[in-house]
T-cell receptor, first 116, second 114 residues
């Protein structure tokens, strides 16, 4: 059973370009979460999605960032007009349940975005 | 504001020695506390999950303790191995039960040397 798959693992973009990060959850998981990790900082929640629905985007910056989880295909985190401050590791996690009081969250290996 | 603080920030120990990592939190209302191991350049991997009623939980050489009254947790690593070199992250969930409300600590970076 494959784990959470993220690609690309590393992405380099120049300021003003777009970055697209993809996440395929574990088989059977319909809940996807995106987190951002800045150097020397803890993971910060960005957005929680189920198939075709954004459930909670309270951690997403108001501009330039968007996320989707279509009926078919991976979840995508899109960053438009990237700036140097967007350089970070972006982690995707999935779970089979929406509520995770004691449920397990499975993380991908992350996508490391570097903005030149 | 919910916060999770971990100490020490970093730690170097000799292979075979034991160590204890600390986690203090102010998340309220509390639901559960998790410890994750994150190897450099990799994603976090769960070690333990403890709810309010659990005081201790083990996973091989890893033993986590929880004192919900003092809002403290510790992760004890026994007979350390080189492969234990990683960041150890304490994560606390409030009782809304959604992953969007998890509060992550900044981690303790452990290095095990020969």
């Amino acid at each position: 059973n494959a784990g959470v798959m993220q690609n690309p693992r590393h992405l380099v973009r120049r300021r003003g370009q777009e970055a697209r990060l993809r996440c395929s959850p574990m088989k059977g998981h319909s809940h996807v979460y995106w987190y951002r990790q800045l150097p020397e900082e803890g993971l910060k929640f960005m957005v929680y999605l189920q198939k075709e629905n954004i459930i909670d985007e309270s951690g997403m910056p108001k501009e330039r960032f968007s996320a989707e989880f279509p009926k078919e295909g991976p979840s995508i985190l899109r960053i438009q007009q990237v700036v140097r401050g967007d350089s970070a590791a972006y982690f995707c996690a999935s779970s089979p349940w929406g509520h995770t009081n004691t449920g397990e969250l499975f993380f991908g290996e992350g996508s490391r975005l570097t903005v030149l | 504001k919910n916060q999770v603080e971990q100490s020490p920030q970093s730690l170097i120990i000799l292979e075979g020695k034991n160590c204890t990592l600390q986690c203090n939190y102010t998340v309220s209302p509390f639901s559960n506390l998790r410890w994750y191991k994150q190897d450099t350049g990799r994603g976090p991997v769960s070690l333990t999950i403890m709810t309010f009623s659990e005081n201790t939980k083990s996973n091989g050489r890893y033993t986590a303790t929880l004192d919900a009254d003092t809002k403290q947790s510790s992760l004890h690593i026994t007979a350390s191995q080189l492969s234990d070199s990683a960041s150890y992250i304490c994560v606390v969930s409030d009782n809304t039960g959604t992953a969007s409300k998890l509060t992550f600590g900044t981690g303790t970076r452990l290095q095990v040397t020969l």
